[in-house]
């Protein structure tokens, strides 16, 4: 399929498709990865896929960037020395 839409630049309905396949198992590995890790491992190794990581949540995103500017207005810069 990624053939077909290398020389079909134009294909947008099975683009849109392949897109849709790839997301559903993106969610579904996702899915099996909280409900039975175990399982999920098995699979991975077993299909060579790479691991998903879990989407962050906006607020786990903010909180992280806050905390690292409250890190650096802690650190006296160089030119404040």
Do not use: W
């Not at 309905?13 to 899915?31: E, I, T």
């Not at 099996?32 to 989407?55: C, D, G, M, Q, T």
């Not at 949540?57 to 802690?74: G, P, Q």
Request: aromatic share 4%; no cysteine.
């Amino acid at each position: 399929m990624t053939e077909h839409l290398k020389s079909h630049k134009k294909d947008f309905s099975s683009r849109r498709g392949l897109f849709r396949k790839v997301n559903l198992r993106r969610k579904l590995l996702m899915f099996l990865h909280k409900i039975e890790p175990e399982n999920y491992e098995a699979l991975v190794k077993k299909l060579k896929l790479k691991r998903i990581s879990e989407p962050q949540d906006k607020k786990d995103i903010l909180e992280e960037e806050a905390l690292k500017a409250e890190e650096d207005e802690e650190e006296p810069s160089e030119e404040e020395r």
